[in-house]
């Protein structure tokens, strides 16, 4: 059965090596990736060669005008049947800031824009062209938890706030530093597990909303706003990790991203993926009057860019 898949972060990394595999998985998918103009041609060339089923649609999900401007491009394209039913949407793409200071052109913290109101204004603008049965994959972390166990100590836990504060720059004590900008990131994550449940509710039968946690995957692109020190860590230092039980490697992150958007790891609405199998989010992960205000806060907050 012919579908649609749309899918950001899939230039590099964890996302990468997920296109690739659902790509071979399923050639009956038509993998739409999303991807800033300088990249989306070459890398939807690179994915689909050989005949495979590959477009791209510009955006910039820094920006919230960007994601809009996408969401209503892909929706022109199913509507005039250029694209098979949409069952699929993996919101892999994120952001680590050395800060908590950086702002997008919206007035919205850089990181919970893109780790956050982007995939929340992707879902709402597509919700109502997905064909069920459909799945909503957004990648997590385990960061969310923070403790020492998930995270070796390397990224501080999150911090919760309310919504209006999270979504501004200067959330965090000392927002110039670079704990602050892991704070913003492992926040963000919390609110990823957050709307996943929030979706569950929400969206009609037939479309599932499942979060990812692709554990620890050292050599991946996220660190690439860190200092020279940190970017040298994580592609020369903490790679060797992967042949430890503490990281996972690109490929099997990416294997099982796919898998998680194919359908091939049982997982229900609302479900928190970690690496290959089902298990439970932190305890703060949940929190119904959370959700329910944080859902009101990003319906507010994207609601002059949903129409």
Do not use: C
């Amino acid at each position: 059965m012919q579908s649609t898949t749309v899918m950001t972060g899939a230039s590099r990394g964890i996302g990468r090596a997920a296109a690739e595999h659902i790509l071979r998985s399923s050639p009956d998918t038509h993998l739409l990736v999303v991807a800033r103009a300088a990249v989306g041609p070459r890398l939807a060339a690179e994915l689909g060669s050989g005949g495979r089923a590959v477009s791209y649609v510009p955006a910039d999900l820094g920006s919230l005008a960007s994601v809009r401007s996408a969401a209503a491009e892909i929706g022109d394209r199913l509507e005039r049947g250029e694209l098979p039913p949409l069952r699929g949407f993996v919101g892999n793409a994120g952001v680590q800031y050395t800060d908590a200071l950086t702002e997008g052109p919206e007035g919205f913290e850089s990181t919970f824009t893109v780790n956050v109101l982007a995939n929340h204004l992707f879902v709402r603008l597509l919700q109502e062209r997905f064909a069920a049965p459909a799945r909503i994959v957004i990648t997590s972390s385990d960061t969310h938890f923070g403790d020492f166990r998930h995270n070796m100590g390397m990224v501080p836990g999150p911090a919760w706030r309310s919504p209006e504060v999270l979504a501004r720059t200067g959330a965090f004590p000392r927002p110039h530093s670079t704990s602050a900008g892991r704070t913003a990131y492992s926040t963000s994550k919390l609110a990823v597990l957050h709307l996943v449940h929030e979706y569950a509710r929400r969206l009609p039968a037939g479309i599932d909303a499942v979060a990812y946690n692709p554990g620890f995957v050292p050599g991946t692109g996220l660190a690439r706003n860190a200092g020279p020190a940190s970017r040298f860590a994580m592609r020369r230092v903490l790679p060797l990790l992967a042949l430890t039980p503490f990281a996972t490697g690109r490929d099997a992150a990416g294997r099982n991203l796919a898998d998680v958007a194919l359908g091939g790891i049982a997982a229900p609405t609302g479900s928190y993926v970690d690496r290959d199998r089902t298990a439970r989010s932190s305890e703060e992960s949940y929190d119904p009057r959370r959700e329910r205000e944080l859902w009101e806060a990003v319906e507010e907050f994207t609601a002059a860019y949903a129409v």
